[in-house]
């Protein structure tokens, strides 16, 4: 590959050989090796690194004039050869008219410059020079002795083959996938479950025969009427009683007649408003029939109204765990690995689950999956990315990144403090994806400035950002989902008591957080770049050792020449150690030109248009305290996500946007899918029994249900409200554990990579890791005081 360059460098003959003594001396030793070696070739072909350098015989040195020469292609043939060497002048010339000067040669001038500063110049002519010697050898079919290139090239193409081999063989695999579990979906039916309407009272029961029923088979039964939520005492509750009975009579497989009864209590609510569907699974026998009976235990002889469904299922429990485990690790694996992307996963986990379902007879229809979906988690979610991408118009978040560094006046860790601080408030009433939307591209634009390792600052900002968003009941997806519970509301968890008392001990988890991440960045460089001088000096080493390496110690002087340049890289490191080490000392902590480049920022970075911001302002603080008034005020009949659609409504009227494609663009439509995939995913892994069978060990996995079947049993009589904190806070601070922890990370990540500062999954969870165990524990203190030493919310 062929560089040019726009500058000419001239050097006097004195500084010419100055420069000669420390640069080329060694390739002059290797020089006279290759002569006496190869007599064929004139002394003034040697070449550095095997290569050739162009010039043109007329001019003076001039990288300008490098590659520039008339072209006599017209009297070449395919055997003409690539160089022919004049013996006169000690240059080589191509066939085109493009003369080579060697490296070593006495007309070779340059600027006056100290040895480290023409690094990049050698460098430059070093690859240069490579590329014509492994082009001549390839095409004067000589039985000379390849470029070491070649291998390099060579190694290069058998890694870019393996690399489409691997994308080949992934795109095969989940294809066969994607089409196998098409099939399977497709062979079965959606099941067919008539609902059976019955009456039960003290006095009359209730029951019914099922004969078409397979061997080895589960009974899956469905229950609807005015049941009861939560933990219950039926010492003192009104509950119907289901008992599902069979009996298989003596035969070819049993010598007596054996019989199973399963008895299952439902308790009623006391008013009987609401009609809750309840779903359990027995273990039968054979294909004998069944009878299934509902008796009513009452005080008066009340009658209560029941639906009942029923479906039979071919797989047996732990079966069904087990395909339900190996789609979930999948899943996880194709996130943890980027095999494809997060929201693809989740639509490949469904497709595999709902697969799966169909297989062991509990297809579902397309209406019972579209409902499986929250959509109120989705309209919350999609309401307040519409205002933040508004917000966002007004130049506001830009202005608090200036402010945040006019603020630190320009010391490092005071503005990373303020950062962090600003995105963990801003993510406590945002959400973290939007927030980090937004944060970004301003902190990188901030790290250039102060000469930082972007990196290090957009992983503690992020890691504050699920800190923060944990704070409130809309600053993370988790506790979105918490709040729009119905089934919690009815216990008493809403927007304002999960708020006021999770903004507590995230408070005091902030407090611990920021010397630990102190303590955690302590001998971290966040300085990531270098002197001129130091770069240079680097890339001159690597040609060194390059250079070195490409010598086949065959003979006694080339293994001298060989530690002659392995000594020079040697003294080459120890300089390059000096200079990074006076670097490092010469940075202050504080930028003294931070006043200057504020001015800079601030003409960049301010607020473009204030009427905007004072609608989004006031828009936004009218759904924020809505968010508020709805946990008081029960005559608001507005759920959250109605709340925040209703406010993007107001924004969109306000604002007069005119473009509205660029607001939908910045909607986060992958998150949005994400979610709802993960919803269906989650769902149809429960019909798989895998909540029920896991329980604990999967409780920070798979949303809330597994807590408040927990809380229901009365065997483990656990109270709900700190199980489902206990949640949250595992949640939301646990989302800093790893890359894919929260959706906020891989965002962030995806960002950085854009503007070339990417971190990976090993960098992230260096310094995340640590940083979630800490603040876990702080959460688990704060929980233990609460619940147990306060006595709050038992």
Known sequence: MYLENQTEM??????????????????????????????????????????????????????????????????????????????????????????????????????EEPWHDGSLDLERRYRLGSEVTSLSASRSG???????????????????????????????????????????FSMYPDRD????????SPADSFSVNLTDFRDNA??????GGPFARGKVDLQDQDYILVQVEQTEQAGQRRRRTQQVIHNWTIPLHGERSDQI?????????????????????????????????????????????????????????????EIVHRTLAAMLGSLAALAALAIIGDRPSLVTVVEWIDYETLALLFGMMVLVAIFSETGFFDYCAVKAYQLSRGKVWPMIFILCLIAAILSAFLDNVTTMMLFTPVTIRLCEVLNLDPRHVLIAEVIFTNIGGAATAVGDPPNVIIVSNQDLRKEGIDFASFTGYMFLGIFLVLLTSFPFLRLLYWN?????????????????????????????????EETAVKCLLMQKVLNL????????????SQISQEDKNWEQNIQELQKKHRITDTVLLVKCVSVLAVVIFMFFLNSFVPSIHLELGWIAILGSLWLLVLADIQDFEIILHRVEWATLLFFAGLFVLMEALAQLQLIDYVGEQTALLIKIPVLINLSQDADVNLPVKPLIYALAM?????????????????????????????????????????????????????????????????
């Not at 003959?13 to 030793?29: E, I, K, N, T, V």
């Not at 009658?303 to 789609?327: D, K, R």
């Not at 702080?778 to 233990?784: A, D, F, K, R």
Request: hydrophobic fraction near 40%.
């Open 218 to 223: 589960l009974l899956k039964l469905q229950v």
């Open 730 to 794: 595992g949640a939301c601070l646990g989302g800093n554990g790893t890359l894919i922890g929260a959706s906020a990370n891989v965002v962030c990540a995806g960002i950085a990579e854009q503007h070339g500062y990417g971190f990976s999954f090993i960098e992230f969870f260096r310094l995340g890791f640590p940083m979630m165990i800490m603040t876990c524990m702080i959460g688990m203190c704060y929980l233990l005081a609460t619940h147990i030493g306060l006595g709050w919310n038992m």
């Open 573 to 584: 490191e120890s300089l390059l150690r000096k200079m990074m080490k006076t670097f490092h």
């Open 10 to 111: 001239e050097m006097s003959p004195a500084s010419a050989q100055g420069h000669q003594g420390r640069s080329f001396g060694d390739l002059r030793l290797l020089q006279g090796i290759s002569e006496r070696r190869d007599a064929q070739k004139p002394a003034g072909c040697v070449i550095h690194a095997e290569g050739f350098v162009p010039v043109r015989p007329d001019d003076g040195f001039s990288v300008v004039n490098i590659l520039r020469g008339k072209s006599t292609s017209a009297n070449l043939t395919e055997k003409s050869p690539l160089l022919r060497f004049s013996q006169d002048d000690g240059v080589c010339v191509s066939p085109a008219g493009m003369t080579y000067m060697t490296l070593h040669d006495p007309g070779f001038v340059g600027g």
């Open 193 to 200: 479950n008539p609902t059976r309407l019955l009456a039960v």
């Open 277 to 337: 569907l309840v779903t359990k699974t027995f273990e039968m026998l054979s294909s004998d029939p069944i009878v299934i009976t509902f008796q009513a235990f009452l005080p008066d002889n009340e009658v209560v109204p029941l639906s009942m469904t029923h479906q039979s299922l071919y797989v047996t429990v732990e079966t069904q765990v087990a395909i339900a485990g190996v789609i979930l690790t999948g899943v996880y694996v194709l996130i943890i690995f």
């Open 142 to 184: 000589s039985s000379e002795k390849s470029d070491p290139l070649d291998g390099l090239n060579l190694s290069r193409r058998f890694t870019s083959s393996v690399k489409c081999c691997f994308r080949v063989s992934k795109i095969a695999t989940m294809f066969t996938i994607v089409v196998l579990c098409s099939l399977f």
């Open 524 to 556: 971290k460089k966040l300085y990531n770049k270098e002197s001129i001088e130091i770069v240079e000096l680097k890339h001159e080493i690597l040609v060194w050792r390059q250079t070195a390496q490409r010598i086949n110690p065959a003979s006694r």
